[in-house]
């Protein structure tokens, strides 16, 4: 089976990780798989064994969806939008794929909309049309407006054959973020959740008895950063390291270094899940890999949900995890750092956390509803 699987991460890179994750249960599987990433390049994800194709690259400014930039800082104009729109459909072209997913819309990515439409309706005139499936998380920035939702129906009405919610049904349904009218009811394949297996210790158990602060692969954590450097100062018994992504980590580290804070700071461990193991206590935002990584680890957690602009998903998701032991949410606006120090001893203080209450199997459950989908088709 080959595989064309289509998404555009515009500020951190969970997006782009999800889809690597699910590129490579179906190559494990034996498939074979393209990755279109839109987004910037993000150098500390794997892609072993994958086609990653990569479109010129967009990022958001900001938590401004609507403002696309490209990597000169300038805002995408309509040539730097149809160039991308080309290069996606030759890609299809070339591949003639037996599947195709897009990777959140048209639950989102809007401002993208002329060029999925495009790669849609070439998939539809292919003379072998491609099974297409919509892959989801498991919480959504609700739609502002209703007629988004109404928008986002016809679309799958007319282009896709089930939409993929990547998310536990038992823990999170996709009502909660998102209205589910009766044609999308029937379209939902909930899969579990999509992760990586849980991560063996860490060789030189590296991180024991830490506090790592994570934030992602952008600057949009930077205020989290900020305040642990200070909370840090108020647990001198304790070792905080901040593990810092992004392409810009090297001048922003040196900008932490130079406010003189006892914690460690580096940038950004492919390791960094095998030393959750071993961690006294994590503290971060609260995507979507991030939020698994804590489950499957079970390690204590302080979580700051990223609520920006109009932003509730991580906020959301957080609210659905507070009633778990070891985990404290901590809100951007309360956010302080003593605030902070005090919501890590009290992570620390709880009783251990279950780590098999949760479907972690939703790539290779993917893999198995799509070639269902696909057999039917032949």
């Not at 940038?267 to 890999?289: E, I, K, T, W």
Request: net charge neutral; proline share 7%; aromatic share 6%.
């Amino acid at each position: 089976m080959k595989v064309l699987i289509t998404v555009t991460h515009l500020l951190g890179t969970g997006h782009l990780s999800r889809a690597l994750t699910l590129g490579r249960a179906f190559a494990t599987a034996g498939h074979q798989v393209c990755i279109a990433s839109g987004g910037f390049p993000a150098a500390q994800l794997r892609h072993e064994g994958l086609d990653l194709l990569q479109l010129p690259p967009l990022r958001s400014d900001g938590v401004d969806f609507t403002r696309l930039l490209t990597p000169t800082g300038t805002v995408a104009d309509d040539p730097y939008f149809a160039t991308r729109q080309q290069v996606l459909c030759d890609a299809l072209a070339r591949m003639q794929p037996d599947l195709l997913i897009t990777e959140l819309y048209p639950f989102g990515r809007r401002s993208l909309k002329a060029e999925f439409l495009a790669l849609l309706q070439a998939a539809h005139d292919l003379p072998r049309r491609p099974v297409v499936l919509a892959s989801i998380r498991d919480i959504l920035a609700p739609p502002s407006k209703p007629k988004k939702a109404v928008e986002a129906d016809a679309v799958i009405a007319e282009f896709y054959d089930a939409v993929l919610v990547h998310s536990d049904p038992a823990a999170t349904r996709l009502d909660i973020s998102w209205p589910v009218s009766d044609m999308l009811a029937g379209k939902l394949r909930y899969t579990g959740y999509v992760a990586p297996p849980a991560a063996a210790p860490h060789p030189e158990q590296a991180g024991t008895g830490e506090v790592l602060v994570s934030a992602g692969g952008g600057s949009v954590g930077d205020a989290l950063y900020r305040c642990a450097l200070q909370a840090a100062r108020q647990m001198p018994g304790t070792t905080w390291r901040l593990l810092v992504g992004g392409g810009d980590a090297p001048e922003r580290i040196a900008q932490f270094a130079s406010l003189g804070s006892p914690a460690v700071i580096e940038a950004a461990r492919p390791d960094f899940r095998q030393m959750l193991r071993h961690a006294a206590a994590s503290v971060s935002m609260c995507g979507y890999n991030t939020a698994l990584d804590l489950l499957q680890a079970g390690t204590p957690a302080v979580l700051v949900p990223f609520d920006a602009g109009k932003e509730v998903e991580q906020s959301l998701r957080a609210g659905s995890l507070a009633p778990l032991n070891g985990i404290e949410v901590v809100k951007t606006a309360d956010l302080t750092p003593e605030g902070l120090s005090q919501a890590v001893r009290a992570a620390m203080a709880a009783p251990a956390r279950a780590t098999d209450s949760f479907r972690f199997d939703g790539a290779a459950r993917t893999v198995e509803i799509a070639a269902e989908l696909v057999g039917k088709r032949e």
